[in-house]
């Protein structure tokens, strides 16, 4: 079995991880957000920082970042999602190598999000701080226009555990059902051939099935919503829960 563990949590063993994000653009909003989710039963919180609105200073970044870490004991993984791959904003790359690397060596979360699009130096780089820092590192891909090939899918999820990710992410756009099945299948596949934990999902109203089969499938973790979506076809984290238990098996 493939197992990530990330404080208590062991991504890849059970029942999908449920993930929770917070895409406020203020420390109050994100603060609230966060404590709205005191009476919500879910694994792990993603930090959406391309949202924040003070994203170009550091200080504030990691400030905010302690604050959410004294409120809270759940993993939190922080994600900085560049605009061509659905994001709120794109950093240069010196910006965004920068931001990542401070984070990191604050030590004040438990994962990070780092695209396996960008630059071969800068994603090896933070790789290896994140790593000697004890922060295990998603690697992801985001097509928001469309299911690209099995070949291009299986490259990039190779292209992801060669980089010494400790969890692939995949996700895209279906076009048709054929699209959502083909990815559910090959979903399958790959957490045969990989040997670390894979997390896919196809989007919007139409891929909505392929966030609650990952225990069937193998992927390890589901985004839902607590507050407000982070992505199209994110579902309700009560109704998550009740769905994930009804499909869940010993």
């Known amino acids: 079995m493939k197992v990530c563990q990330v404080r208590n949590i062991k991504i890849g063993e059970g029942k999908p991880?449920?993930?929770?994000?917070?895409v406020g653009t203020t420390d109050d909003e994100i603060m609230a957000q966060?404590?709205?989710?005191?009476?919500?039963?879910?694994?792990?919180?993603?930090?959406?920082?391309?949202?924040?609105k003070d994203i170009h200073d550091i200080k504030?970044?990691?400030?905010?970042?302690?604050?959410?870490?004294?409120n809270t004991a759940k993993p939190i993984l922080f994600t900085c999602r560049s605009k061509k791959e659905g994001g709120e904003i794109e950093l240069d790359k010196?910006?965004?190598?920068?931001l990542i690397r401070e984070v990191l060596l604050a030590r004040c979360i438990d994962m990070v999000d780092?695209?396996?699009?960008?630059?071969?130096?800068?994603?090896?780089?933070?790789?290896?701080?994140?790593?000697?820092?004890?922060?295990?590192?998603?690697?992801?891909?985001?097509?928001?226009e469309k299911t690209p090939d099995n070949d291009v899918l299986i490259e990039r999820?190779?292209?992801?555990?060669k980089y010494d990710a400790d969890i692939a992410k995949i996700a895209v756009m279906p076009q048709s059902k054929e699209d959502v099945i083909r990815l559910i299948n090959l979903t399958m596949e790959m957490d045969v051939q990989l040997d670390i934990p894979l997390v896919t999902m196809s989007m919007g109203e139409l891929g909505v099935i392929s966030r609650i089969t990952g225990e069937l499938t193998g992927s390890s973790i589901t985004f839902a919503t607590g507050v407000k979506a982070s992505a199209p076809g994110?579902?309700?984290?009560?109704?998550?829960?009740?769905?994930?238990?009804?499909?869940?098996?010993?």
């Open 17 to 22: 991880k449920i993930c929770l994000p917070i």
């Open 34 to 52: 966060l404590a709205s989710f005191e009476t919500l039963k879910y694994d792990l919180i993603e930090l959406r920082i391309d949202f924040y």
């Open 60 to 70: 504030k970044v990691l400030s905010l970042l302690r604050d959410i870490r004294v």
């Open 94 to 98: 010196e910006e965004y190598k920068d």
């Open 114 to 144: 780092i695209e396996v699009s960008g630059s071969d130096y800068i994603i090896t780089l933070l790789i290896g701080i994140a790593h000697r820092n004890n922060v295990k590192v998603i690697m992801s891909n985001h097509d928001f």
């Open 157 to 161: 999820l190779q292209k992801m555990e």
């Open 234 to 250: 994110q579902i309700n984290v009560n109704d998550m829960n009740i769905i994930l238990e009804v499909l869940h098996h010993d």
